[in-house]
């Protein structure tokens, strides 16, 4: 047989001499496919970091975030709402099958199998395809969540009166009020309740410095405005009197 005829080398098993250390290959050896971390992708991620850090500053600035006053616990009208990220989940434990007597299946079992199935939905679609199409289990699980969450916090936050909340919830100046006046007394018996002791709000808006005349407030306690009903008031036409200039006359500049 000649030399090479017949004969075929199908690997080398020769052992080196000099054991190597197995280190990757070069980013330079895949041109157009990788990028060195320092400098180049780590100045992109600093880039898109401090645009995000920009637009979340611009934002707090122009729309900051609405302080209330201090917290009553004695103020039974004050309906407490979390955060907008909590919205979905406060919406969903208003209905009867989620509240009450089946509260812990609202508040733990039904979110923890939903939250559980996200965390599953990778290995519950092992698909090596990327397209949408191909993946039914994960994309369908991460679109019913999505459209859920959507449309639970769009329910909880329509369904709140958020121009009536700002008023009930907004701080006011402590202002010396006379309790042993005819005033208050005509006040606490038909008024506290929804505006507080101290006139400084609760179910209702506050009253301290209220820009409405005497004839205003009147026709408001008689026949009502916005979320107040008619014929709150009850008493006579002078009590009534007595009423409107107590409310004109705490925290109006003539009392000061």
Not at 71 to 81: E, K, N, Q, R
Request: proline share 7%; with cysteine; hydrophobic share 40%.
């Amino acid at each position: 047989m000649h030399r090479g005829k017949g004969m075929k080398f199908v690997g080398d098993s020769r052992v080196p001499a000099e054991k190597k250390p197995n280190i990757p290959k070069d980013y330079s050896e895949y041109p157009g496919k990788t990028e060195a971390f320092w400098p180049n992708f780590l100045l992109k991620e600093w880039l898109v970091g401090a645009v995000f850090l920009i637009g979340f500053l611009t934002l707090t600035v122009v729309a900051p975030s609405p302080l209330e006053k201090l917290a009553d616990p004695t103020d039974a009208g004050y309906i407490p709402l979390p955060d907008w990220y909590f919205l979905f989940l406060y919406q969903f434990l208003k209905y009867e099958f989620a509240s009450g007597p089946y509260i812990v299946l609202g508040a733990f079992i039904i979110p923890g199998l939903a939250f559980g199935a996200l965390l599953l939905a990778p290995f519950l679609d092992t698909g090596k395809g990327r397209r949408p199409f191909e993946r039914p289990i994960a994309n369908a699980m991460m679109l019913i969540g999505l459209a859920a969450t959507v449309f639970l916090t769009w329910e909880a936050a329509d369904h709140v009166d958020w121009e009536q909340r700002a008023k009930s919830g907004q701080i006011v100046e402590d202002v010396e009020i006379d309790k042993s006046s005819d005033g208050y007394k005509i006040y606490s018996q038909n008024c506290a309740s929804c505006h507080g002791d101290n006139l400084e709000g609760g179910n209702g808006p506050a009253l301290i410095g209220v820009e409405y005349s005497a004839d205003e407030i009147k026709d408001i306690a008689q026949n009502g405005i916005g979320g107040m009903p008619a014929n709150i008031f009850q008493g006579s036409d002078e009590e009534l009197d007595k009423l409107a200039n107590f409310i004109t006359g705490v925290g109006s500049e003539e009392s000061e």
